[in-house]
Each structure stands twice: as C-alpha cells, then as structure tokens.
C-alpha cells in the first residue's frame, strides 16, 4: 500500500497520523517511542492523538464519499479543531498564511493549520481513506477526477473486485 507518494504539503502530517494505526493488524505507532518522536508526542499525550488520529479518518472516510457510522460524527474533528486556535500571519511580501497561535505549536494546533492551508488550497478533500473495511488507510487522491476509491488499486481495489466477482458467481 506504500506504492504512492505522500500527501503534498502540511496534509502529509495529516495524512501520515491517519497511517499510525494499521487497521488490518492492529499495529499502532503511537505505541513506540519512534511513533511518539515522529509527532513531538509525550506518552500521555498519546490517547489524545488517538481520538484526533480517528476523528481525521472520519473526515477522510467523507472525503471518499462514506457516511460516518454511528458515533463517528465529525463533530468530535469540529470540537478538537475548535481548541486549536489559528492567526493570520503576513510576510514581508505581503503573503497570508495561517499559524498556530499556542507556541510551540501541539499536534492539534499543526494538524489543523495544516487543514486550513490545505481547504485554502482545495486539496484538503482529497486526502481519503481507503473504502476497505480491513484497512482504512489514509492517501492522497491524484486522480484527475478525484474518485478514487482504495489506497492502492493493485492490492485494495484488487480484493475489493475479486469478492465483487466471486459474490456473482456463487
């Protein structure tokens, strides 16, 4: 499923907390101190990350047209997002972006920075999650239609046609 390049921008943190978990196996790296080092992450900040690692997979879920099962709402990305106040800050070319205003910034406070340049940007929609049930990954959608479906065609999207088939013929 690593056939695929990286989100473009602030949404490959984004996209690379979303992939901390591995659905199919039940690997988290947020259980290792390299998982923790990679998102600046003290061990108890770490069931935080969880609950707004799983509220992004939500939000990419919707991305690629999925409704959010019963307790997924995207209100809990909505009120996690609300704690992590932005400010608009100019450059000496007159540029606007946004920034965290908490200094240094927490992973709340970058991750939505990311998504608001990304919205900016429009490329935050095509950050998805894959449609398998079993794996649920997170990618960036380069299609030009955007109407990807699976992280990888070849593995995913694969599967996904051969129990579409089997089911027809059995």
């Known amino acids: 499923m690593n056939e695929r390049e990286s989100a473009p921008g602030g949404l490959a943190l984004v996209e690379a907390l979303v992939n901390t978990l591995n659905v199919e ?3 988290d790296f947020l259980d290792t101190a390299d998982g923790r080092a990679a998102f600046a992450l003290a061990e108890p900040d770490v069931p935080a990350a969880r609950v707004l690692r799983e509220a992004l997979r939500t939000a990419c ?6 409704r959010p099962a019963e ?5 809990v990305l909505d009120r996690l997002l609300a704690e992590a106040p932005l400010r608009v800050t100019v450059d000496g070319a007159g540029a606007a972006s946004l920034c965290p205003v908490e200094e240094p910034p927490g992973l709340t406070a970058r991750i939505a920075a990311a998504i608001a340049a990304a919205s900016a940007e429009g490329t935050w929609a095509r950050l998805k999650a894959c449609e398998a049930a079993d794996c649920r990954w997170a990618y960036y959608d380069r299609s030009p239609a955007g109407r990807r479906r699976w992280c990888s065609m ?3 999207g694969a599967r996904a046609k051969m129990r579409t088939y089997r089911a027809k013929r059995g």
């Open 25 to 27: 196996t039940g690997a």
């Open 61 to 66: 879920l919707a991305h690629a047209g999925h």
């Open 71 to 75: 307790g997924e709402a995207l209100s």
């Open 154 to 156: 070849s593995v995913c």
